[in-house]
């Protein structure tokens, strides 16, 4: 059963660090195409990591200050969140694609996606 469950979120001040979290179950993430998505009124793509090639790619809104990777042992995706700004502010939503679609593409069109986390609330607020 394929299950993703999103943590680490929280409230944080501007310029504030988090790390996200999501651990997958049922499939391997080595293996596939793990989305980072945020929505505050639309939901956007936020970076991805390949499975094919460990590829990455972000959203020229966090390009330089989120870092996503992966841990193949404990089967986990993380998003590290450097330099936060109030924009920052949304749900965050891990998300995994089987067919390994381009990012650009699953970026925009989160329907794509096959299965979803429940998602965890970064605050960035003073």
């Known amino acids: 059963q394929v299950q993703l469950v999103e943590s680490g979120g929280g409230l944080v001040q501007p310029g504030g660090s988090l790390r996200l979290s999501c651990a997958a179950s049922?499939?391997?993430?080595?293996?596939?195409?793990i989305g980072w998505f945020r929505q505050a009124r639309e939901r956007e793509g936020v970076s991805f990591i390949s499975?094919?090639?460990?590829?990455?790619y972000y959203a020229d809104s966090v390009k330089g200050r989120f870092t996503i990777s992966r841990d193949s042992a404990k089967n986990t995706v993380y998003l590290q969140m450097n330099s936060l700004k109030p924009d920052d502010t949304a749900i965050y939503y891990c998300?995994?694609?089987?067919?390994?679609?381009?990012?650009?593409?699953?970026?925009?069109?989160?329907?794509?996606?096959?299965?979803w986390g429940k998602g965890t609330l970064v605050t960035v607020s003073s």
């Open positions: 998300a995994v694609d089987f067919e390994g679609g381009p990012p650009g593409l699953l970026a925009t069109m989160p329907s794509l996606m096959d299965y």
């Open positions: 049922g499939f391997t993430v080595h293996d596939v195409t």
């Open positions: 499975g094919s090639d460990g590829s990455t």
